[in-house]
């Protein structure tokens, strides 16, 4: 599986990569002949895409994923977009989204947003993923973008400047 991530001045973060690695040269195994983790079989898992690869080919079944950083204290969130994918070629199946603090909410804690789509027929689509923070979106919450009447959201009041507009990755997904 290949993951994709962005990381903007979490420290969660870091401290999940560190753990991560640690558990990676302690080599912890199950006792068996099976490897650390359970099988390495990867039928049934999603693809994990880099963020920044925003041109993606895929088999139709295929599912795949990308990941991002989000906080909902620092008014960080992502959000699917349109353009939204062709759905006779790639269909959203969804976010999941896990906290760096594990089970026990925290205070200011980040976590990470993954979204999931899979690939039903062949052609080519482009869907969007936005990046809102505190300084480039207004009236946004988790569950609901900023409004936007143009190409770009911007902010509702002040003049708007290159700094503040939020963050577009448009992706085109090949399905083959």
Not at 6 to 16: E, M, Q, V
Not at 52 to 63: C, F, L, N, V
Not at 65 to 89: F, G, I, K, M
Request: contains cysteine; aromatic residues 6%; negative net charge.
């Amino acid at each position: 599986m290949r993951t994709a991530s962005i990381f903007r001045g979490s420290r969660g973060g870091a401290a999940i990569a560190a753990a991560a690695l640690l558990a990676l040269a302690t080599g912890c195994g199950s006792g068996t002949d099976e490897p650390a983790g359970g099988s390495t079989s990867t039928v049934g898992r999603p693809t994990s895409h880099p963020v920044k690869d925003t041109s993606i080919t895929a088999e139709p079944g295929e599912r795949f994923t990308l990941t991002v950083d989000q906080n909902a204290s620092t008014r960080e969130y992502w959000y699917l977009v349109d353009p939204e994918p062709d759905s006779s070629v790639l269909v959203s199946r969804g976010q999941d989204y896990a906290s760096d603090s594990g089970d026990t909410p925290v205070p200011g804690a980040g976590g990470r947003l993954t979204f999931t789509f899979e690939a039903k027929g062949n052609g080519t689509t482009r869907f969007t993923l936005l990046h809102c923070t505190f300084t480039t979106c207004q009236g946004n919450t988790s569950s609901r973008p900023p409004e936007t009447t143009g190409p770009s959201a911007t902010p509702t009041t002040g003049a708007a400047t290159p700094s503040q507009a939020p963050e577009r990755i448009t992706y085109t997904v090949t399905v083959n």
